[in-house]
C-alpha cells in the first residue's frame, strides 16, 4: 500500500501542499499543520485511498484553519465521492478547483480520467461538459460515474 | 513417545572405551609384528656371527696342529722314521694326542703302520682299532696332499688324515699321516651348549661334535635344513627357518670351517628364540587390560557428568510432553549443554507464555464469537413483507463483528429502513451498533421522522464514542397511506431509488437520494439533520447498501468498483423480479466476483420494493 506523503511550500503567499498514497488512522496531520490565514491549495492528484478512520482525522485537520481560503486542486475520484457524501468534508471556506472526472468505454476497455476545472468545465451554475471525450482510438467515451450523484457538490 | 532403550551414558562409555582398545590393539598388533622382523632379524644375525666366529676358531686351530706337526712330517719323509728329536718336538705340542704314518699300496687299499708317536701310553691302544677301520675306508677316497677330519665318535678326539703322493711311479704306494687331537675348550662349546644348539658337522652332514645324542646322525634328519643337499652342504654359510619332524621351527645357522670339510651349525628354536615377543605380548596384554579398565573408570565420571546434565534435561523433556511446561533445568555449566539448558528453560517460559496467549486469545474468539452471536440478534429477519412492500437483505461483516447495521420497523401506518456504518469495522464499531440499536428502539416509540430520528441518534453516539468513533446513517420512512418515502441522511452513501419502468433501466435511471445531506453521527453533540420527501410508488424499488459492497476485492486485491457495482443493481432490476430474488442474484454476482476473498469491510445491502399485486 502507497505509504501517506506530502510536499509542503510557500508561493506567492499561498500555502501550498501536495499529497499522495493514502489516508488511514494511521496518519498523523498534526505534522501538517495548517496556517489559520491566507490561501492554502491543496494538490490530491496523487491521492489513492482514504478510508472512515482517515475521513474522521481529515474533518478534524480542516476544521483547524477555519479563517483560510482553502483551494482543494486535482480532486481524484474518491475525494470528489466523499466530498459529495460525508458533510463537512469539504469546510465552508473550501472551494475545489480543478477535479477528476472517469470516463470509459465499455467496448473497448478504455478509460480515462479528464481534469474538469472551475470556470471552464463547471461552474456553481452547473455543468459545462466537453461535447465528446474520445480514447486513443477515437472511440467515443462516456462518464463512468452516476452525474446527479457525482456532480452534487458543485451546486452546494 | 520413543523409549530410551541404550543410554546415553553407556553409549559415551563404549565409544570412550572401544576407541582406546581399538587404537591399541591396532598399535600392538603393528609393534610386535615389527619387533618380530626386528628380533629375527637379531637372531639370524648374532647365530650366524657365532657360527662363523667359531668356524673361524676351528679352522684356525686346525690350521696350528697342522703348521705343528709339518715339520714332523718332512722329516719322517726324509728319514722314513720318526727321529728322537722329532718325537721330543711332538711331545711339546700341546692338541695332538697320537701322531702315526702308515704306508698303504694304492693298488691293493692294504696298509701298514710304519711309527707312531704317543703322549699317552694308552692311547694307541684305545684307538688302533677305530684308527685303521676308519683309515681302511677312507683310502679311497683321501686325495693326494689333502686333509680330512673325522671324529671317533664316542669321544672327544678327532683325527685328520693326510695323504702323501707317492714318490716313485713304479712303487704306487702312498704315506698317509694321521693325526689324532682334541679341540680342547671348544668341545666344550658343542656338547654344552643352552638354548642355542652348536653342531660340528662333516662333509656328508654327519654330526661330528654336539649334544651325545645326536652324534654321527644326520643333521638333515633332526632338521629339514635348505642347505643340505643329498648329504652335501651346498653354500659357504648361511642362515634360515626350518622345520624339525615335530613341526617345530628352528632358525638354524652354519658356516663351513673351511678345512676338513666341517661345518659349524647353530640351532635355535624359533619360539625360544622368540620369547622376548611373548614376554611382550603377555606384558602388554596386562597394560593394556589396566590401561582399558583405567581409561572405563574415567569414562564412566566423564560419562556421568556429561549425561547427567543431558538426563536432567531428557527428564525435564519428559515433563514438558506431559503438559508441564513449569519445569526447569538447573545445570551450572558454561558448555553446549549449560547453553542447550537455558534455551530449554527460555523455550518452556515462551510456550508457557504463548500457551497463556492463545487460552487468552481462544477466551477472546470466544467472547467476539459470543458477541457475534448477540450482535446478529441485533439483525432483522433477511426477508419480510408488509403488503405491498417486500424487503430482503444481505449482511456480511469483515471480521467476528461488523460496524454495519440496518434494520427496519413498522410503526403505525409506517415502515422505517435503517442503515449504518459505523467507523472502521471490528469490536468497536460493533459496540456503536448495538448503541445505536438501542437507541433505535426507544426511537421508533417515539414516533419521529427520520430527521429528528438521527438526530436523536446522533446524542446517543457521541454520548457513547466521545468523539472517538462515528457513525453514517441513512434513515427512510415510507407512509403506506401516502407512498410518500421521507428519508435524512447523515453523510451514508446515498440509497437508489428506481422507479417503476416496463423497459430496461439504465445508468441514469438510478436516482440518488441525496437531496440533503448532514453530519456523520457523533461528529458533534449539536448536529442538525434534513429530511426530504420523494414518491415511493408502485413497482419502485430502492436499494441500501453500504460502502462496503463497491469495495469487494477479487483474490488479486482488485476492487469491485462503482462501475460494476452500478451494472450488477441495474442487471438484477432489469430481472422484474421480487426483492428476494433482486437481493440472491446481486449477491450471486458479488461472490462470484469476490471468489471467496476476505472482505476488506463490513458488506450490507438491501433493498425495498414496492409492489401491488
Given amino acids: ?156 | 513417545m520413543q523409549k530410551n532403550k541404550f543410554s546415553l551414558r553407556y553409549k559415551i562409555l563404549v565409544l570412550l572405551t572401544l576407541i582406546p582398545l581399538i587404537t591399541l590393539s591396532a598399535y600392538l598388533i603393528l609393534a610386535m609384528k615389527i619387533f618380530e622382523t626386528d628380533k629375527i632379524a637379531y637372531v639370524f644375525d648374532s647365530s650366524g656371527n657365532l657360527t662363523q666366529t667359531i668356524a673361524t676358531q676351528i679352522k684356525t686351530q686346525l690350521t696350528s696342529i697342522m703348521s705343528s706337526n709339518k715339520f714332523i712330517f718332512q722329516d719322517f719323509l726324509t728319514k722314513n722314521s720318526f727321529d728322537p728329536f722329532a718325537s721330543e718336538y711332538f711331545k711339546s705340542e700341546s692338541n695332538t694326542e697320537l701322531l702315526l704314518a702308515y704306508e698303504v699300496d694304492l693298488d691293493s687299499k692294504r696298509y701298514k703302520l710304519i711309527q707312531y708317536l704317543q703322549k699317552n701310553n694308552d692311547i694307541f691302544n684305545q684307538n688302533k682299532d677305530k684308527i685303521e677301520t676308519i683309515l681302511s675306508q677312507e683310502i679311497y677316497y683321501v686325495k693326494d696332499n689333502e686333509r680330512t677330519v673325522y671324529s671317533f665318535g664316542s669321544d672327544s678326539h678327532f683325527l685328520m688324515i693326510e695323504k702323501v703322493p707317492p714318490k716313485d711311479l713304479k712303487n704306487n704306494k702312498s704315506l698317509f699321516f694321521v693325526i689324532v687331537f682334541q679341540l680342547g675348550e671348544l668341545q666344550d662349546v658343542f656338547q654344552n651348549s643352552g638354548a642355542q644348539k652348536l653342531f660340528l658337522v662333516d662333509k656328508s652332514a654327519k654330526i661330528r661334535l654336539g649334544s651325545t645324542d645326536v652324534i654321527n646322525k644326520n643333521f638333515k634328519t633332526l632338521v629339514d635344513v635348505k642347505f643340505i643337499e643329498k648329504n652335501r652342504i651346498s653354500s659357504l654359510n648361511g642362515v634360515e627357518i626350518a622345520s624339525a619332524a615335530d613341526k617345530k621351527e628352528f632358525i638354524i645357522s652354519y658356516a663351513q670351517v673351511g678345512i676338513g670339510g666341517l661345518t659349524v651349525i647353530s640351532s635355535v628354536l624359533k619360539s625360544r628364540a622368540l620369547s622376548a615377543l611373548d614376554i611382550l605380548l603377555k606384558k602388554s596384554i596386562i597394560f593394556f587390560v589396566i590401561l582399558i579398565a583405567v581409561t572405563t573408570i574415567i569414562s564412566l565420571f566423564a560419562s556421568s557428568s556429561i549425561t547427567n546434565a543431558i538426563t536432567l534435561l531428557f527428564t525435564a523433556t519428559q515433563k514438558v510432553s506431559e503438559g508441564d511446561f513449569t519445569t526447569k533445568v538447573q545445570i551450572k555449566s558454561s558448555d553446549e549443554v549449560g547453553v542447550l539448558a537455558d534455551n530449554f528453560n527460555r523455550m518452556s517460559e515462551e510456550i508457557l507464555r504463548l500457551l497463556k496467549q492463545t487460552a487468552e486469545k481462544a477466551r477472546m474468539e470466544n467472547e467476539l464469537q459470543t458477541a457475534k452471536t448477540v450482535q446478529e440478534t441485533l439483525f432483522p429477519e433477511a426477508r419480510k413483507k408488509y403488503d405491498n412492500i417486500e424487503i430482503s437483505g444481505f449482511y456480511e461483516p469483515a471480521s467476528e463483528c461488523g460496524g454495519d447495521w440496518w434494520h427496519y420497523c413498522q410503526v403505525g401506518t409506517k415502515l422505517f429502513f435503517w442503515i449504518g456504518d459505523a467507523t472502521g469495522h471490528g469490536a468497536p464499531s460493533a459496540l456503536i451498533t448495538s448503541a445505536a440499536k438501542s437507541a433505535a428502539v426507544i426511537i421508533e416509540s417515539l414516533n419521529v421522522g427520520p430527521a429528528k430520528a438521527l438526530e436523536y441518534l446522533n446524542h446517543c453516539i457521541y454520548e457513547v464514542s466521545r468523539g472517538r468513533l462515528m457513525m453514517t446513517f441513512f434513515i427512510g420512512c415510507y407512509d403506506t397511506i401516502t407512498s410518500d418515502f421521507t428519508y435524512a441522511n447523515a453523510s451514508h452513501e446515498a440509497p437508489y431509488l428506481i422507479k417503476n419502468s416496463t423497459k430496461s433501466i439504465k445508468k441514469k435511471d438510478l436516482i440518488p437520494l441525496n437531496d440533503v445531506n448532514s453530519p456523520r453521527l457523533g461528529q458533534s453533540r449539536d448536529s442538525l439533520y434534513q429530511e426530504t420527501t420523494v414518491r415511493f410508488e408502485n413497482d419502485d424499488l430502492i436499494y441500501f447498501y453500504t460502502d462496503g459492497v463497491p469495495d469487494v476485492v477479487d483474490p488479486s486485491g482488485q476492487p469491485w468498483g462503482e462501475r460494476e457495482f452500478i451494472k450488477t443493481i441495474i442487471e438484477c432490476f432489469n430481472m422484474k423480479t421480487n426483492s428476494d430474488e433482486f437481493i440472491k442474484k446481486f449477491a450471486k454476482i458479488m461472490n462470484e466476483y469476490r471468489k471467496g476473498s476476505s472482505l476488506v469491510d463490513d458488506v450490507t445491502f438491501f433493498v425495498v420494493k414496492n409492489k401491488v399485486y
Fill in chain 1, 1 to 156: 500500500m502507497a505509504k501517506f506523503e506530502f510536499k509542503k511550500e510557500n508561493s506567492n503567499a499561498t500555502e501550498k501542499i501536495a499529497m499522495s498514497g493514502i489516508i488511514d488512522e494511521d496518519v498523523d496531520f498534526n505534522i501538517l499543520k495548517l496556517s489559520d490565514t491566507g490561501n492554502i491549495e491543496i494538490d490530491l492528484k496523487n491521492l489513492k485511498s482514504i478510508n472512515s478512520c482517515g475521513i474522521r482525522e481529515w474533518i478534524k485537520w480542516l476544521s483547524s484553519s477555519k479563517n483560510s481560503q482553502i483551494n482543494f486542486v486535482n480532486c481524484p475520484k474518491i475525494i470528489v465521492d466523499q466530498i459529495n457524501m460525508v458533510d463537512g468534508f469539504l469546510p465552508t471556506n473550501a472551494i475545489v478547483s480543478s477535479f477528476f472526472v472517469p470516463y470509459y468505454n465499455e467496448e473497448n476497455g478504455t478509460e480515462k480520467n479528464i481534469l474538469f476545472r472551475l470556470g471552464h468545465e463547471y461552474s456553481q451554475n452547473g455543468l459545462n461538459s466537453p461535447a465528446k471525450v474520445t480514447d486513443d482510438s477515437g472511440a467515443e467515451m462516456e462518464m463512468d460515474v452516476i452525474e446527479s450523484k457525482y456532480f452534487k457538490f458543485i451546486k452546494k
